[in-house]
Every structure is written in structure tokens, then in C-alpha cells.
């Protein structure tokens, strides 16, 4: 394994020492920064398990390191695919893919996978090929109707999304209804679900901005509701309010949360957030570390406004 990260290093610091724009005109501690986010990216891919690796995979896509991620994981795929992370591992080889035959091919697993009643894994199947945008179609939109109409409330969120892809017009509606569940789970999982569908329809936006506001502090749902809300900006007098609030999740949230508050905060705080989420590189948790290490590199690549 650590021949594995040595190699995966010697990739990315190419592209390091390369930089961009924004790269080579930031100072000094900027750049170390950034070298040490990268880093703890690429050492979490080779030594975290389970869904944190995938999480680090993905987080070096998106900051420009998808070839080195690619080869990795077409080496590790074999021992990695009978795993409850098979389809993530798909996902991930399915983002990075060289041609749109290879994608195609990757998301025909994911299919297969969600489309076996059997599968332990449907749930992470139809959030994998949501994730990729992949607008289902014939016997898979079916499906994902049929699993619609008979899942609990709490599973609804993600056949939802998949249906907002297929180009129904009351997924939307419905995912902002559902954040008014009595269920935290059902809330978390519709709140995630806009987070990445983004939707621009004003009910929306003010059902989120309501949840926002009513979600107890204490319960799982709370950072993934107030994440989405920050990120659509769902009422914008409140957006200091809720960054605030997410700055609470990042000292004293669980795992999962805090990572979620990465991936909202990211999206519209300044440098001067850099010294909170380099303090996290540090922290004992894998995804914890993924979640600070994403938003440094994406707050010091971030083109200049």
C-alpha cells in the first residue's frame, strides 16, 4: 500500500508543482496548504476503507486529479467490487471514464444492481446513478416508479431524485414535502436530494428555508437540512445565520455531518475560512479529513471573482 501512495503522490504532485492560475499566485502557505490537502486526499484513497475511500476518490476528481484516481481504481476494482462499496467504486470509474462507451458501461452495472430486487445495495445503486445524472429510462425508470410507490417514506427521497432526472415535474414538489416529515431520516435524505438537484422553483427554496429553521440541533438530519439550505442560498438573510450554524457542526458535529457541512461551506465561503478546515486535516475521522481536504483545494483553485 504504500507503493500505492507513492506512486499516487508522484501524479499528483505533477500537478502541484505544475499549478494553475491560482495556484502559482498564491503565497507560500497557500501553496503548502494546498500540497498538504492534496496529500491527505491521496493518502485517505490508499489507506481509508469503505465509503470514505470512494468519498476521497471523488473529492480528487473534482479538484482535477480524475486520471490518477482512474488508474488506481481500475487496479483495485477486483478486490473492491464484491463489496458493499461496488457501486461507488462504479460511480467513481464511471465519472473518470475515457470514452462515453466505458461510462455507459460502468452505469449498466449500477443498473443491473439496482434493478435485482435482491440487492442489498438498490439504495446505493439509484443514489450513484442520481449522483452521476443519469436520466433513467425504459425497465429502470419503471422500476424506479414501482419503487416509488412501495418503499417506506424514509427510502422515497432517492426514487424522487431519479424521477426529477427522468423529467418529472413533481419530484421537485415532492422532495420539498417530504421535509416536512416527522421522520428524520426521510428529512435528511429529501434535503440531500435538493442540495444536489440545485431547483430554482421559489415553494422550494421556502420549504427548505422553513426546515432550516424548525430542524432540532440534535437530531441526524440537522447539518444535511441546514447544509442544503446554505448551499441554494434557500433565503439569503439567513445565510450568515446558517453558516453559522454549520461552523458549529464542523467543531462539534458527528462524522458524516461534518462532512456534509464541508461540501455546503465550500461552496461560498472565503480564504479566510482556510485556517478552520486546515485544523480538520488533523482529525482522527477519515471523512472529516476528505470533507476540509475538498474544500481547501477548492477554495485555493477557485478562479479569481
Given at each position: 500500500m504504500k507503493g500505492i501512495f507513492i506512486t499516487m503522490m508522484g501524479m499528483i504532485g505533477t500537478t502541484v508543482a505544475a499549478g494553475g492560475a491560482s495556484s502559482n499566485s498564491?503565497?507560500?502557505?497557500?501553496?503548502?496548504?494546498l500540497t498538504e490537502a492534496r496529500t491527505a486526499l491521496a493518502q485517505a484513497l490508499v489507506t481509508e476503507e469503505g465509503w470514505p475511500k470512494i468519498h476521497a476518490a471523488e473529492a480528487l476528481v473534482a479538484v482535477g486529479e480524475g486520471g490518477p484516481v482512474r488508474e488506481l481504481f481500475e487496479k483495485l476494482a477486483a478486490n473492491l467490487e464484491g463489496s458493499p462499496q461496488?457501486?461507488?467504486?462504479?460511480?467513481?470509474?464511471?465519472?473518470?471514464?475515457?470514452?462515453?462507451?466505458e461510462r455507459a458501461a460502468f452505469i449498466a452495472k449500477i443498473e443491473a444492481t439496482f434493478l435485482n430486487p435482491a440487492s442489498a445495495d438498490r439504495l446505493q445503486a439509484i443514489e450513484s446513478l442520481?449522483?452521476?445524472?443519469?436520466?433513467?429510462?425504459?425497465?429502470t425508470r419503471l422500476a424506479v416508479q414501482k419503487m416509488l410507490q412501495t418503499v417506506p417514506e424514509n427510502e422515497s427521497a432517492l426514487p424522487l431524485w431519479a424521477s426529477y432526472l427522468a423529467g418529472d415535474p413533481d419530484a421537485v414538489p415532492g422532495l420539498a414535502r417530504r421535509l416536512g416529515s416527522g421522520d428524520a431520516l426521510t428529512r435528511l435524505r429529501a434535503a440531500y436530494a435538493l442540495r444536489w438537484i440545485g431547483p430554482k422553483q421559489p415553494e422550494a427554496l421556502a420549504a427548505l428555508a422553513r426546515a432550516a429553521e424548525a430542524e432540532p440541533a440534535d437530531t441526524l438530519s440537522y447539518p444535511y437540512v441546514v447544509s442544503a439550505a446554505y448551499a441554494l442560498r434557500a433565503e439569503p438573510a439567513r445565510t450568515a445565520d446558517w453558516q453559522a450554524k454549520l461552523d458549529t457542526v464542523l467543531e462539534k458535529g458527528k462524522a458524516g455531518g461534518r462532512y456534509e457541512a464541508c461540501q455546503a461551506l465550500l461552496l461560498h465561503v472565503g480564504a479566510d475560512q482556510l485556517p478552520r478546515f486546515a485544523a480538520l486535516l488533523r482529525s482522527p475521522e477519515g471523512d472529516v479529513r476528505i470533507g476540509a481536504a475538498w474544500a481547501i483545494c477548492a477554495l485555493l483553485q477557485r478562479p479569481a471573482r
Amino acid at each position: 500500500m504504500k507503493g500505492i501512495f507513492i506512486t499516487m503522490m508522484g501524479m499528483i504532485g505533477t500537478t502541484v508543482a505544475a499549478g494553475g492560475a491560482s495556484s502559482n499566485s498564491a503565497p507560500p502557505s497557500s501553496s503548502a496548504l494546498l500540497t498538504e490537502a492534496r496529500t491527505a486526499l491521496a493518502q485517505a484513497l490508499v489507506t481509508e476503507e469503505g465509503w470514505p475511500k470512494i468519498h476521497a476518490a471523488e473529492a480528487l476528481v473534482a479538484v482535477g486529479e480524475g486520471g490518477p484516481v482512474r488508474e488506481l481504481f481500475e487496479k483495485l476494482a477486483a478486490n473492491l467490487e464484491g463489496s458493499p462499496q461496488r457501486t461507488g467504486v462504479w460511480r467513481v470509474l464511471a465519472a473518470t471514464a475515457r470514452t462515453p462507451a466505458e461510462r455507459a458501461a460502468f452505469i449498466a452495472k449500477i443498473e443491473a444492481t439496482f434493478l435485482n430486487p435482491a440487492s442489498a445495495d438498490r439504495l446505493q445503486a439509484i443514489e450513484s446513478l442520481c449522483k452521476l445524472g443519469h436520466a433513467p429510462a425504459g425497465n429502470t425508470r419503471l422500476a424506479v416508479q414501482k419503487m416509488l410507490q412501495t418503499v417506506p417514506e424514509n427510502e422515497s427521497a432517492l426514487p424522487l431524485w431519479a424521477s426529477y432526472l427522468a423529467g418529472d415535474p413533481d419530484a421537485v414538489p415532492g422532495l420539498a414535502r417530504r421535509l416536512g416529515s416527522g421522520d428524520a431520516l426521510t428529512r435528511l435524505r429529501a434535503a440531500y436530494a435538493l442540495r444536489w438537484i440545485g431547483p430554482k422553483q421559489p415553494e422550494a427554496l421556502a420549504a427548505l428555508a422553513r426546515a432550516a429553521e424548525a430542524e432540532p440541533a440534535d437530531t441526524l438530519s440537522y447539518p444535511y437540512v441546514v447544509s442544503a439550505a446554505y448551499a441554494l442560498r434557500a433565503e439569503p438573510a439567513r445565510t450568515a445565520d446558517w453558516q453559522a450554524k454549520l461552523d458549529t457542526v464542523l467543531e462539534k458535529g458527528k462524522a458524516g455531518g461534518r462532512y456534509e457541512a464541508c461540501q455546503a461551506l465550500l461552496l461560498h465561503v472565503g480564504a479566510d475560512q482556510l485556517p478552520r478546515f486546515a485544523a480538520l486535516l488533523r482529525s482522527p475521522e477519515g471523512d472529516v479529513r476528505i470533507g476540509a481536504a475538498w474544500a481547501i483545494c477548492a477554495l485555493l483553485q477557485r478562479p479569481a471573482r
